[in-house]
């Protein structure tokens, strides 16, 4: 790992050595950056994304975290003695920064496969009713004749587009979360 004061990353910040500073961070696990302005945080947060054109994530507890959060592509705030601003302007909110474990591995990969499921399921059922649209005009002779009345439409759309999303949004969970937190290899495997 590699640990910088704010004064050292303060000259680092600084164009002539951001190539530098970037390449050995690649290197790293993990980058600790303490003694560090807001100002800092935020522009090291926006250099890593520009440049690496990595996924960032920002955790902060206080007033001087919420431009690094705001900045980051996922900002996650810790409600604690410091105030509550770094949780206004957060994605998620956590109690404590042990919880961050169980936020990224299990509430993550839920989040990931849930949205991965959805994103099919709207293809699909789109798909199914244009294909229906269509074999519908070969029925018809291509006169432009409705195959349904308005309030089918609606209804199809309340029952398959709102129902089930809502449905599979609370009760599908694919892996239990003692089981990812176990073995977080499954969250880089559901990628």
């Not at 959805?118 to 059922?125: E, G």
């Not at 089930?164 to 937190?181: F, N, R, W």
Request: proline fraction near 2%.
């Amino acid at each position: 790992g590699l640990v910088i004061d704010g004064r050292t990353l303060e000259h680092v910040l600084h164009d002539s050595l951001q190539d530098i500073f970037l390449e050995l961070t690649e290197k790293c696990r993990a980058v600790v950056c303490c003694q560090a302005t807001p100002l800092q945080k935020s522009v090291l947060v926006k250099l890593v994304r520009s440049r690496l054109k990595a996924m960032t994530l920002a955790v902060g507890d206080g007033a001087n975290d919420v431009s690094m959060i705001q900045v980051a592509d996922t900002g996650v705030g810790i409600s604690g003695q410091e105030g509550m601003q770094a949780v206004m302007a957060s994605d998620f909110a956590i109690s404590q920064f042990r919880h961050l474990r169980k936020l990224l591995l299990v509430h993550g990969h839920w989040c990931y496969t849930r949205l991965t499921n959805m994103v099919l399921y709207y293809f699909y059922k789109n798909v199914a009713y244009v294909n229906l649209l269509f074999w519908y005009q070969f029925f018809c002779g291509f006169s432009g004749t409705s195959m349904t009345d308005y309030w089918i439409l609606i209804l199809f759309n309340l029952l398959f587009t709102s129902v089930p999303p809502i449905i599979y949004g609370v009760l599908d969970k694919d892996v239990s979360a003692e089981i990812l937190m176990e073995l977080p290899q499954l969250y880089k495997m559901s990628q």
